[in-house]
């Protein structure tokens, strides 16, 4: 398929969130601002007020009321939006299983910002790893363009029949959602043909009565979970078809994972969001040295593409994984635990496996650091040996 | 209901939906009885007391006096303590 050339505009990940979300003729919205989310409900309240779009917008007076309302509008078969950060992702917390319970193709964005306390306001991943086994497809961002055209998939991803569930699309507070970026944007009836009006399997209709939400004992509770279990396995194969025919109209190549270099290293950092691209960068600079390293950048966190990683790591000798939150009292962070059992799972308990736990509450991870964490991974894959299993990036003692 | 009865969960509605009315009389609650009402016929006069208490209507009338719907029985041992001729005694299930 020609792609004709495409239209550029300047906004930050935020705007670019609700722009996308427009684009898709979202029925409901329903949200509570919080910093560094606020921008995209606020933008989104300017189309509605503005007439630009057909969107109920219902205001609540909290995150927990907001995904309710998003569960209830979603469930009488609308295509809905919503988006949040920290506390208010927590506050959500019991409502994010709800929605994947009742299987509500919900679409939020989440503004990656440190939970409390102290209060801080700036990014780190600990808010969407705190509610990480909620039932939802959890997808991270590198960049605002890449919010755009995640987004506007996400939809078409939750809404397939086949997996019906709701999708959380992370982007790193302040460093994605307030800056500014040159964004590919597609017309909106390109957008219109890949993401057609919303099919239900079953839907609240006062015609046609169903029961939602109904007790469910030892009996029958398990085989509703296990079914939300195969809807994730659907969603690690259906990414693929999505990406695939949003290829056909962007000309930008998605999928399960990123990679960069991995054809010609046998050592790799791990990481996801907006620091990946700064890795990118130092890994770039590291290989005109002729230093044989890579960067991998799982797109799709929940599900874990497992398959794809085993292959990506394939010619790997040591790996360094990069988690943007602590798990207290837990052996590594949270993705490296990921990395870990996959590895474990295939065999390759050879390849070694060190953890980088960086960024929290907003530090930023500076290229020395990354440049640093490359030669700690270097030095593992010539001696063989872990260094170090889980390492605190540039925290003072 | 027995384990072959039960649905698995390729067949089972998706996310739990019930799509359609009067399903409770499909779901068979008897299972959760420890202890099962079993009536003495030649003691039971047919006062019907126990089919008034009965607070899931597993008590039915039959030719003149009662019978236990074990379908829905929870065991709650009610029609036996109110039974004024002692003719319901209740027995742990096997």
């Known amino acids: ?397 | 209901m027995s384990q072959e009865e039960m649905l698995g969960w390729r067949s089972i509605p998706i996310g739990s939906v019930i799509p359609e009315p009067a399903t409770a009389k499909k779901y068979k609650t008897g299972d959760w009885r420890v202890f099962k009402p079993v009536i003495d016929l030649d003691k039971c006069i047919g006062c019907l007391l126990c089919w008034i208490y009965c607070p899931d209507a597993s008590i039915q009338q039959s030719n003149g006096k009662v019978k236990v719907n074990y379908d829905y029985c929870k065991g709650c041992g009610i029609c036996a303590e109110e039974c004024p001729v002692k003719a319901i005694a209740m027995m742990e299930e096997a």
């Open chain 1, 1 to 397: 398929m020609e792609v004709k050339p495409m239209k550029v505009i300047g906004l930050s990940g935020d705007q670019v969130a609700a722009y996308a979300a427009k684009q898709c003729r979202v029925d409901v919205v329903s949200a509570y601002p919080i910093t560094p989310q606020t921008i995209i409900v606020e933008e989104y309240s300017n189309y509605v007020a503005n007439g630009e779009v057909d969107t109920e917008f219902i205001c609540v007076e909290s995150e927990h009321s907001a995904m309710s309302a998003c569960i209830g509008a979603s469930l009488t078969g609308a295509r809905v939006f919503t988006a949040t950060s920290s506390q208010g992702l927590a506050l959500m917390h019991e409502m994010l299983y709800i929605a994947s319970g009742l299987r509500c193709p919900i679409v939020m964005c989440v503004v990656n910002r440190a939970l409390s306390a102290p209060i801080n306001i700036h990014c780190d991943h600990s808010d969407m790893m705190g509610s990480r086994d909620c039932g939802w497809i959890q997808i991270f961002a590198e960049n605002a363009q890449e919010v755009y055209d995640w987004v506007i998939q996400a939809f078409k991803l939750a809404e397939d029949i086949d997996v019906l569930l709701p999708v959380a699309v992370n982007l790193d507070g302040f460093t994605i959602s307030h800056a500014l970026e040159d964004i590919r944007v597609l017309e909106d009836d390109v957008v219109g043909k890949f993401l057609p009006e919303r099919r239900t399997v079953y839907k609240l209709d006062p015609d046609d009565p169903i029961l939602v939400g109904p007790l469910v004992l030892p009996d029958y509770y398990f085989e509703f979970k296990v079914q939300q279990e195969e809807a994730m396995k659907k969603a690690a194969e259906k990414i693929r078809e999505v990406a695939r025919e949003y290829y056909g109209y962007s000309n930008r190549e998605y999928g399960p994972i990123d990679s960069f270099n991995v054809d010609d290293a046998n050592t790799a950092l791990v990481g996801m969001g907006s620091t990946a691209g700064m890795l990118r960068a130092v890994a770039r600079k590291l290989k005109e040295r002729g230093r044989r390293v890579a960067v991998i950048k799982p797109w799709l966190y929940r599900p874990f593409p497992k398959e794809d990683f085993v292959k990506l790591v394939k010619d790997m000798e040591s790996i360094i994984v990069l988690d943007r939150t602590l798990s207290f009292g837990a052996p590594v962070g949270p993705l490296c635990s990921d990395v870990i059992a996959t590895l474990y799972e295939s065999g390759r308990c050879d390849i070694k496996v060190a953890n980088a736990i960086y960024g929290l509450g907003g530090r930023d991870l500076t290229p020395v650091e990354a440049e640093n964490l490359f030669m700690k991974a270097v030095k593992m894959a010539e001696e063989k040996r872990v260094i170090r299993r889980v390492e605190f990036v540039g925290v003072r003692e």
